[in-house]
Structures are given as structure tokens and as C-alpha cells.
């Protein structure tokens, strides 16, 4: 099953990590971002069984965060969708948006698509 879903801006697509993966890892490389995650930032080995386990939890439940693309440009914008993982408290919309895309609605657009 491959998922996309498109809003006025954005793309929401399956996570492709041949595509996906260097913008994830300077993502998940920010420390400003991480700490809206809980934790420190990422080196790329950490970002990538980020992504990796995205990719599993999508495959095991059915669902998960989709990419974000940001339509004119195709750049990465980030990542948005329901997560559930093992042992969570209960489901819910997630998202992290690279930096260079805060405070442009991006994330408020793609959770609610």
C-alpha cells in the first residue's frame, strides 16, 4: 500500500529513506528540535534507526508518520502522522518539522490532513 495524501502546500508521503534520510538525520541532528522530542540530538547512526523503526512501526501497526514535502520547492519539511508504539499510553498525531520550516502552519496543515 503506498499513501499519499496532498493539502493545499504539502505532500504526505510513505518515508523513503533513499531520499528521506539526509534531511531526517540534519533534522534529528538539531538540538532545538530534540528537545521538544525529550532527548539529545542524533548522530547519523541514531537517525537512521530513527527512521528505521518509523518504518517498522508502519509495517507492524498499519500507520505511522509520513514525510512531509513541501510541493514547490520538494524539500523535506519534516514528519507528521499517528504513532502507537508498543507500551505508549495511547495513540496520537505527531510531527517534527526541520527549522527552516517552523511557524509556517506546515505541521497544523499535514496533522490535519
Request: contains cysteine.
Amino acid at each position: 500500500m503506498v499513501t499519499r495524501i496532498e493539502t493545499e502546500r504539502l505532500i504526505l508521503r510513505d518515508v523513503d529513506p533513499e531520499v528521506d534520510f539526509e534531511p531526517w538525520s540534519a533534522c534529528f541532528s538539531d538540538p532545538d528540535i530534540m528537545r521538544y522530542l525529550g532527548g539529545a540530538s542524533m548522530n547519523r547512526a541514531q537517525a537512521w534507526r530513527n527512521m528505521a523503526t518509523v518504518v517498522g512501526h508502519r509495517q507492524i501497526r498499519g500507520f505511522g508518520f509520513l514525510s512531509v514535502i513541501e510541493k514547490t520547492s520538494g524539500a523535506w519539511v519534516g514528519r507528521v502522522g499517528p504513532w502507537n508504539p508498543e507500551d505508549w499510553p495511547e495513540p496520537e498525531v505527531g510531527w517534527t518539522i526541520a527549522r527552516d520550516y517552523w511557524r509556517q502552519g506546515y505541521a497544523t496543515e499535514a496533522g490535519r490532513a
